[in-house]
């Protein structure tokens, strides 16, 4: 038996052992932080006026990866909350569900941001583009670099993310490996999806192709609103 049917079979017997208090009687809620009631949302845009990204893949990577993420990220706060009555369960186990919980939580969020800061017309203005200038002189010098972060993680996986950290007080492109990936502290402002499932099914492995429609789709609108909730 594998690490992962372990884990998986002590999870399902916690989560029996959870429905029934000593009494016999079905107990019928958890604590808030294991709830598992996540719900995906819906785009936030006509997925057919993309420019470069195909409505096809726009409905795969909502339907099939985000909306996958969230029923995941379900279960596993169900499987915690089956696990909280278990004090004799290996840590190593349930440090293994802790980190899907990172994981999938990572991936819940920044795809929600991603596709919410798509559907623009991929002009830079206001609050956005003041604070990029002032951080990287200007809007060119900002843009390659972040296309460059982007180039660099083509093949395999990973986020591009502008954020500001709350901490340093600083504005800066952030390269993330995975969900898990992101400067203590940092807001983001502007994410772009690395994964190849953001890209390959109109792009193959051209990513360059797929970063550039990318830009051209950005909704600065709602990168906007995120800088003025930072306040600064």
Do not use: C
């Not at 959870?18 to 009494?23: G, V, Y």
């Not at 079905?26 to 993309?50: E, I, V, W």
């Not at 995941?72 to 499987?79: D, G, I, P, R």
């Not at 670099?145 to 007080?169: C, H, M, P």
Request: net charge negative.
């Amino acid at each position: 038996m594998t690490r992962r049917e372990a884990l998986a079979g002590i999870a399902a017997t916690a989560a029996l052992s959870f429905s029934e208090n000593s009494f016999g009687q079905t107990q019928t809620t958890a604590a808030r932080a294991f709830a598992g009631q996540h719900q995906p949302k819906p785009l936030p845009f006509d997925a057919t006026k993309l420019v470069g990204i195909s409505e096809k893949l726009i409905r795969s990577h909502h339907e099939n990866n985000y909306t996958g993420s969230v029923k995941a990220l379900n279960a596993v706060e169900q499987h915690l909350a089956g696990l909280a009555s278990m004090s004799d369960m290996p840590a190593y186990m349930y440090g293994d569900l802790k980190r899907e919980e990172l994981l999938r939580t990572g991936s819940v969020v920044l795809h929600e941001m991603y596709f919410a800061n798509l559907g623009g017309n991929g002009k830079a203005d206001g609050s956005a583009a003041r604070l990029i200038g002032q951080w990287f002189r200007d809007q060119g010098s900002w843009e390659g670099e972040f296309k460059r972060i982007g180039n660099a993680l083509s093949g395999g996986s990973g986020w591009v993310i502008l954020a500001y950290d709350l901490q340093t007080k600083e504005l800066h492109n952030y390269w993330a490996a995975d969900h898990a990936h992101n400067a203590p502290f940092s807001v983001p402002l502007l994410v772009m999806d690395m994964y190849e499932h953001a890209y390959q099914m109109d792009y193959g492995a051209a990513a360059a192709k797929y970063i550039d429609a990318f830009m051209q789709n950005v909704n600065w609108e709602e990168v906007n609103r995120r800088v003025e909730s930072l306040k600064i």
